[in-house]
């Protein structure tokens, strides 16, 4: 049984479970390491079971290793679940609530009986907030390449050039260094547009003396990178270099907040006054960041409503922007690793100066 496993079985008694459906993909993956959709897991100290259909029999049995592979078809998963919760005399049967459907959950409750279930939030995100040395280890690879993009953008990005034309090249040429795909539809903003913080790129051209904000990201190994950058085509307007160097001091000051013991919230805070005391607080209006992993938006938030205490091994982004609509807008983000003795930029090969 692998150590993912058992810490969650460790959680059991403090969510007064003695099982648990997984529905969510990511934490299917993070619990089995089986790399598609179209899966569950059932898990008890008692048994590990995987429960998919006959396209991905081979691939299961090959990723899921310890877990014994059940193929749905006349049978439905909530069936299987039944049968298996009676072989084990499991009587408290947790379920993904965030996840599942409504109509999932009737099913559910009719084959396996609704005092038996106990909905479940969180639980397997919680444990995937603190990454292990493998999974460092493919942020670190998926980092270098999202790094090795936004340079090859900053080269070929020239006046007459579309949004999705830079788009496209940077999907492929990211792809021929190994990323497994895009971690998201990346983000080329031209001009006035990029004040739209999740703008959805389009065939605008590019002018001269465009600000371009580019938000990128990849996957490798399953694992995500997100990084945002201005990109300068000509001359800077006095304002666009007032901004800029707000959301630059902003980062920064985020950035040195993180750090083990330090709540997350913090780290919005140190981003978000510094904004605020140069009178363009209103301007911004998102979180200063989140987690990354094996999905690119994950816990925890990094914002002035989040709980959490940040630890070694967490994986974060500090991402503070202003927007001023039909004018710019700026934002920085870098991913920021969480060690022992502080915070380590993993974006660090970037330049930030202008």
């Known amino acids: 049984m692998n150590l993912r496993l058992q810490n969650l079985f460790k959680l ?14 990511p934490n299917v993956t993070y619990l089995s390491g089986f790399k598609s959709t179209e899966s569950w897991i059932f898990v008890s100290p008692k048994g590990l079971y995987f429960i998919t259909d ?30 298996l919760a009676a072989k084990h005399k499991l009587k408290s049967i947790g379920f993904e609530s965030s996840v599942v459907t409504h109509s999932f959950y009737e099913v559910l409750c009719k084959n396996v009986g609704r005092d038996r279930l106990r909905p479940v939030r969180g639980l397997v995100e919680k444990l995937r907030e603190k990454k292990d040395a493998f999974e460092i280890d493919q942020t670190r690879k998926s980092v270098e390449i999202a790094v090795k993009g ?9 006046p007459g050039m579309t949004e999705r034309e830079i788009q496209g090249r940077l999907e492929f040429y990211t792809k021929t260094l190994g990323a497994e795909k895009p971690a998201f539809d990346t983000i080329i903003a031209a001009g006035a547009r990029s004040s739209m913080p999740h703008c959805q790129t389009n065939q605008t051209p590019v002018k001269d003396n465009h600000i371009l904000l580019v938000d ?9 990178s997100d990084l ?16 800029y160097k707000i959301v630059w001091r902003a ?21 978000r006054q510094a904004i605020q005391k140069a009178g363009y607080g209103r ?27 940040l630890e070694p091994g967490m994986v974060i982004t500090v991402e503070p922007g202003i927007y001023l609509p039909g004018k710019f807008g700026v934002r920085i983000e870098d991913m920021v690793l969480i060690t022992k003795n502080g915070a380590e930029v993993l974006t660090r090969d970037l330049d930030k100066r202008i």
């Open 251 to 271: 980062q920064r000051l985020g950035i040195q907040k993180a750090g083990p013991g330090v709540p997350v919230r913090e780290v919005d805070r140190a981003c």
């Open 228 to 243: 945002t950058r201005p990109i300068f085509l000509g001359k800077m307007s006095v304002l666009l270099q007032k901004i």
């Open 283 to 309: 301007y911004f209006g998102h979180g200063a960041g989140h987690g990354v992993g094996l999905e690119v938006h994950e816990a925890p938030a990094v914002s002035s409503r989040s709980g959490t205490v």
């Open 12 to 25: 059991f008694e403090k969510y007064s479970l003695d099982s648990l459906l997984v529905s969510s993909w």
């Open 216 to 224: 990128m990201g990849v996957v490798y190994g399953g694992y995500h």
């Open 150 to 158: 936004f340079h090859y953008v900053k080269n070929i990005a020239r």
């Open 54 to 83: 006959s396209r991905y029999l081979e691939q299961a049995k090959e990723e899921a290793r310890g877990f014994k592979v059940l193929l749905r078809g006349k049978r439905g998963v909530t069936e299987i679940v039944s049968e």
